[in-house]
């Protein structure tokens, strides 16, 4: 696993459902929006988990913005190596840019094991001071168990599922 030194009061994370339910082109201006106005707040530093959905669009947005402000910083917290590799083509093309252009990539376990989305999930809400979530109130899935942890720890979570 790759150790990267990440201010966490500097540092927000997104977590999110695959599968959107909404208006990607409001989504999309709505989280431009909240990242620009963190970064007004001090947040320079994102974490994504680099999953299909919330995380590659998040991914996306942050990564326009670094035209805009050069010392934004892209974190892709993945799972296992190769993880991109079972995503339809679509998404895993968009994965491997933002994973070219990230900060840095870094890889928490060179293998598939059981718990790995899990322990993918712990670490971003250990480097995060603030999670940005796209989360529809299911009890079972990796974001509700995100949401769970990161409000578990005093983490403030903006949730843009209407």
């Known amino acids: 696993m790759n150790h990267i030194h990440i201010d966490k009061q500097k540092t927000i994370a997104f977590t999110g459902h695959r599968n959107m339910e909404c208006n990607p082109v409001l989504l999309k ?9 963190q970064y007004h707040n001090g947040y320079t530093t994102f974490i994504v988990g680099g999953a299909v959905g919330f995380d590659l669009l998040s ?8 035209q805009e402000f050069s010392d934004i ?8 190596a190769g993880h991109h590799l079972y995503f339809n083509n679509e998404d895993k093309q968009r994965y491997i840019r ?10 928490l376990s060179a293998h598939y094991y059981k718990d790995c989305f899990l322990r993918r999930n ?14 529809n109130s299911s009890r079972r899935s ?3 168990y995100t949401v769970r942890r990161a409000k578990a720890n005093n983490i403030s979570v903006i949730n843009l599922y209407k």
């Open 29 to 37: 201006e709505e989280l431009t929006h909240i990242i620009r106005e």
């Open 59 to 66: 991914a996306e947005i942050v990564l326009e913005l670094q």
């Open 73 to 80: 910083q892209l974190f892709c917290a993945v799972p296992y």
């Open 98 to 107: 933002i994973a070219d252009k990230a900060t840095s990539n870094i890889i």
């Open 122 to 135: 712990d670490y971003i809400i250990a480097n995060c001071s603030l999670l940005i979530a796209y989360y």
């Open 142 to 144: 990796g974001t509700a």
